[in-house]
């Protein structure tokens, strides 16, 4: 079934209660198939069936707005941050207004002489009543109409335990107050001593500062993806055919343009460079500690820095297809996401507020009725502490920690690996790399560089342009880094290239074709055995040893003639080894998959200290390989880069892609590897275990905050030890509980790949 996706900005949520609501509401409309809510970015993504009413999302926006919040068509990040930042300078202000108040109420209400009476009324308490009103209708006058609008719809979240909690202790005091002149009031409320104008002051205080802290936090956590999209520059300097430079906005700059680059100036779009030698400064977007020489030939990518010189740039892509944009969808896809833990949570949030409205109606009546007999020494009255705990355990079960402890550490872990070139794609990738505990890695392009280069010839028949245009004329329809390096030293000898007609490759053995009636082949010797009735009798003798010294065989046949072999060197990157060690240390079992001979395998895995390889593997026997260790118990991340890994990227547990590999291998994969570096595959398992730790430690803290407070909310401990726990400090508790957890998440902004391996 064909389906669309829409994207709507959501403001008002405050916890996963909200993010319940929200998904409830729209995923009953007609056509929605699935919805996804993320708390921290304030989005919604909603799934549709293809060929829906075109109304869908106004009937989208509409529904959500019912609910008790604000969604509207999704704007342009940047902007969107603009109008967030505006909106805490607003809520400063509010917070400030409302502590402004909320002091002098609990001076009045806790502290203050009685003032003598006006009219029968205690004049310190229609004081206290005065300056909290302002502060009940006003400073929480988004948490009472949220309230109402999710109890409308039947769903209840933290505005309504906030909403409850303030006005019991509004209505409570309020009777206390005007209690003398209002004898149709119960005895107990004449008799009462406490009110409570401090703590419904000071509850919704301490909410607007918890989430002026939250929206703050928040901002700082998408600092890292929104500095990615500053990078790209609004417009280009285009050079016609005269030379002449105009400055056009990138938007509309075609693919095959030749732009203009002068030094300090920022890359528009990616493209290849055609004039000029240059530095590059590329950490902005692959954390590259050190510029980049780009020379003729060389690709550059939008975002990144010219130092020194003018570059002049043949465009490849459209503003919205550069490696950059590109990079912020990953992003923005992966902070979207949802890993199972959360959606428990989620689970858990919409059935939370109703048990905790219960819980603290109980814990009032029991209060009321017994609380003589349970705490024969209390100060106040039964009817005064039934007050205090229902208020007090209403407003310490805000659900607010258990919804960020999620979005909250995966927006930060997800925007600080993009800074770094480490591209995570999705959350799952994330729980699966806490777990890994066995790497597959490839070896050419993965552990080599992937840049072989021919280092000799040998010539057995014909002569060596025969050899050179043949296997050239084969290696041109194939992607292996093989390829390129037989084809460069091909262009080095002769520029005769013959037209070969029914080219095949044949995986794990190498390509055969058509020319002028007779086969040709290019590959191993299993192939040259399937065509060639008699090989040389020492050959085998003499691949073994060039293998043994890392070198790769490629023979050359012509029909039943062996004309030869090219061997090719390819250079062990100087990260590989230390990426091999820090592995090992993090307890993993490290397994290299190649197609290469045996020898050849040995040799390199020698040279990286990796113990367990298997060779010779055919491209498709990588993902066999990889089920049988995952039948075996193991959790298993993959890192590879060419076409032939992208069945085993998928297979993986966690599929890691070179980021210059092939484009099937790059969509396979779970993360993505910009720089090209295996020791970027260490820090992405590294920063996926990191992440994870912040999710678990966040919502271990949210869990046991809740679980330490309502007890003491709800007075189960003051029989014994006399602790109580006032509504004010319930209130300050609970914005304590979501401030730590998105200050927890922040604390991955420090993050940094080991430099050992990066430089």
Known sequence: MAVAEVALSVKGMTCAACVTSVENVVSKLPGVTSVSVNLALEKAIITVEDGTDVSVKATCVSAISKAGFEAEDLIPALETRRFNMEDVVAQRRKVAWAFGLSFPVFWLSMLADDFGDIGGLNQRLLLAFAACLPVYLWSGAQFHRRAWASLRNGHTNMDVLVHLGTTVAMGWSTLVTFGPVLSFLPSFIGEAEHVFFDGAAFIIAFVLLGNYLEAKAKLTATDAVHSLMRLQPKEGWVVDDDDRTTAQPVDSIARGTLLKIRAGETIPLDGRVERHAVTVDESMMTGEAYPVPKSEGDEAVAGTIVINGTLYLRTTA???????????????????????????????????????????????????????????????????????????????????????????????????????????????????????????????????????????????DGDLRELLSLAAALEAESTHPLANAIITSWSNVTDHRPSVEHVRTLPGLGMVGVLDGEAIAVGNIELMGTLIAELPGDLEQKVTERARRGVTVVLVAKGSRLLGWIEASDRVRETSAPAIKRLKQAGMTVVMLTGDRPEV????????????????????????????????????????????????????????????????????????LVRNDLADGVAALELGRATMGKIRTNLAWAFAYNLIGIPLAMGLLFPWTGWLLPPAYAAAAMSLSSVSVVSNSLLLRWWRPSLLMRE
């Open 601 to 672: 395998a040995a040799s390199v895995a020698d040279a990286v200290g990796i113990t367990e390889f298997v060779a010779e593997v055919k491209p498709d026997e990588k993902a066999e390989h990889i089920r049988t260790l995952q039948e075996d118990g193991a959790i298993v991340a993959m890192i590879g880069d060419g076409i032939n890994d992208a069945a085993a990227l998928t297979v993986a547990n966690v599929g890691l892609a070179m980021g210059a590999g092939s484009q099937i291998a790059l969509e396979s994969a779970d993360m993505v």
């Open 318 to 460: 459209l503003v919205n297809d550069t490696m950059l944009a590109k990079v912020i969808q990953l992003v923005d896809e992966a902070q979207m996401g949802k890993a199972p833990i959360q959606r428990l949570v989620d689970r858990i949030a919409s059935v939370f507020v109703p048990i905790v409205i219960l819980a603290a109606l109980l814990a009032a009546s029991i209060w009321a009725l017994f609380g003589t007999t349970i705490a024969p020494n209390m100060t106040m009255q039964p009817s005064e502490m039934a007050v205090m705990v229902l208020i007090s355990t209403l407003v310490i079960a805000c659900p607010c920690a258990l919804g960020l402890a999620t979005p909250t550490a995966l927006v930060v872990g997800t925007g600080v690996g993009a800074r770094f070139g480490l591209l995570i794609k999705g959350i799952e990738a994330l729980e699966q790399s806490h777990a890994t505990n066995v790497v597959v890695v490839d070896k050419t392009g993965t552990i080599t560089a992937g840049k072989p280069r021919v280092s000799h010839i040998e010539m057995l």
